[in-house]
């Protein structure tokens, strides 16, 4: 029992390490920020989880709640992770950050946002008279 | 109140794990002191409400979080073959149609695609999210709504509650 | 095991570096440097395994807030030069693109 669970820790972590070792891969192939915030996430989710996993099924919730604060780092991770990507791709956007495409035409979505300049809202949509959420106002 | 006295066992249940010891008095006192100015710490900041401390949805939330697991890993697999091979991508950037009504409920909604490596969320605008996806099949998927209509559904716990709440004329 | 798995992550770190160092734009450097610190949590998380000493799970679990705060206050640091947000940063914002 304690083989199997050994080889199955094993393997998570080895494969978690692979998964990490591909995001650093990509951070260095992809060719814009927007791609290599993809790669930068592998790492954060799947290569971070995997790892940790591995690791929790080595100690157990052991005694000195190495467990537990094993469980609090991924979750923590899991928490913090797409909120630093968003600011991140949301700062490089606004910034004039073109995402990169594979035939050289700008992409589908609008990426004129109202006007780029100014972005203050984004951070301070408390402001009076000012809302982040035109519409979503207008329904309530 | 309710917000603030979970918010204060979450806090002091957070000590005893980290530090643990169970038994030293004084150690659990310096807990229930720096629990108890967190706490007041976010009443000044004005943070105790449904949105500092969303313990209603707490519970669907967890219901949520093995579908979600299961999306990254699957989504990590594409990912990982367009790093192998980089002439896979094909980045792609588009609006997808949120159906959230409440912040919260959006939060969830664009942290979930934020966090499927693959699809990240650049930007919320009222009823709809503009997604940078790597492959042009993730954006394909999140115009499919599963992911909508399941956070939705953890929303639902909240739109109860604070029409309970409304509802009994406490604003 | 912990070993194979440790030097994958230092693999990580020294692509994530190189990519700091190269990356065209500030925004490259910044993801560079997020994902470094992801790695450093995990080397950590492994080095308290490694050597038997379980006191590195906690320092891990502190980098990794620190971690994501120090993304956070760069970002507006490079956003608005100025940690304090955008109301005082006017007179600034030409300086820093």
Redesign the interface.
Known sequence: MSLVLDVVS?AC??I???F??L???G??RFPD?FT??HA?SL??TL??GL??VG?LL??GLGA?L?GI??V??LV??LF??P??TH??AQ??LL?G?RPWTRDGRPTEGKLDLRDAADD?FL??DRAPGRSAFPDQEAER | MKHALSLFVGLFVLWLL?SGHWSDPLLLGLGVVSAALTVFVAWRMEGLDHEGVPVAVALRALAYWPWLLWQIVLSNLAVARCVIDPDRIAPRMAWVPASQRTDLGKVMFANSITLTPGTISVQVDGGRILVHALEPGSIHDLHGGEMDRRTDWVEGSLERLSDAVHGSGKA | ??T??????L??????L??AVRGP?V??R???V??FG??T??LL??L??LTDR?EF??I??LY??I??AG??AV?KF??YSNLA???ASRQGQEGT?
């Open positions: 094993w972590i080895v978690g390490g692979l990490c070792l995001s650093g891969i951070l260095v920020v290599r915030m930068a790492g954060d290569g971070a790892i940790i690791l080595q100690a000195d190495v604060k094993l609090m780092i923590f991770l913090t992770s909120v630093a600011a991140l700062a490089a910034d950050q203050d951070l301070d | 980290l | 095991m912990f194979v798995a440790s030097l994958f992550i693999a990580t770190m020294a692509l994530a190189a990519r734009s925004y490259d910044i993801v560079a997020n994902a992801t790695m949590v995990l998380v492994l308290g395994f379980p799970e906690d891990a679990l990794c807030l971690n994501f993304t956070i970002l490079v956003k947000g955008p109301r693109r």
